[in-house]
């Protein structure tokens, strides 16, 4: 069970590697629109729909990982206020609403990524970027959640269960 858990902590760790530095990517991609636009006068047709698809993707590579190091947003007032193992058994009630939430999103996201595949969907901007592996990366995204999100369970039930660390 535990290399299973290791090999989905590597997977999030890789893509939330990848997914890293595309905000970066992003910034320098507005800062060369800003200097064509202001300078120039040339604006760009891409820029707008490239930025929103690398901050996506980040959003979505870098999610698993968010699960993996525990750093989404909670209360922590109330959720600090417990032992390791009251906070695992908080966060195996959690992961119901989670598996819920991923579940139904996972369910409509598979047949609209499977349309936009099959119709090779492009934006219809001026630009007309294909939209299908932004499709395809989110559900990946969610998949890649509920994985690691799995993982993160089985390590609470063992610390609600034993008091101990998988």
């Known amino acids: 069970m535990k290399s299973v858990i290791k090999i989905i902590a590597k997977i999030s760790k890789i893509c939330g590697s990848i997914g ?15 200097i064509m636009r202001q300078f120039f006068n040339r604006p760009t047709l891409w820029v707008s729909e490239t930025t929103a698809m690398l901050c996506g993707a980040c959003y ?10 525990d750093a989404h947003v909670r209360v922590d007032i109330i959720y600090s206020k417990f032992s390791k193992r009251g906070r695992a058994v908080l966060d195996c009630f959690n992961f119901c609403f989670l598996a819920l939430y ?10 609209y ?6 119709l090779n969907e492009h934006s219809y901007t ?16 969610f998949i890649l959640v509920i994985l690691q999100s799995v993982a993160k369970l089985i390590e609470d039930l063992h610390m609600a269960i034993t008091g101990k660390e998988l």
């Open 20 to 34: 890293a530095p595309l905000p970066f990517i992003a910034g320098v991609i507005i800062f060369y629109e800003i």
């Open 102 to 111: 991923i579940g139904v999103m996972i369910r409509v996201i598979y047949p």
């Open 60 to 69: 979505l590579l870098g999610g698993a990982l968010n699960v993996k190091n």
């Open 126 to 141: 001026a630009w007309n970027p294909m939209v299908w592996p932004m499709k395809i990366l989110l559900f990946v995204g």
């Open 113 to 118: 990524m499977m349309q936009s595949i099959k």
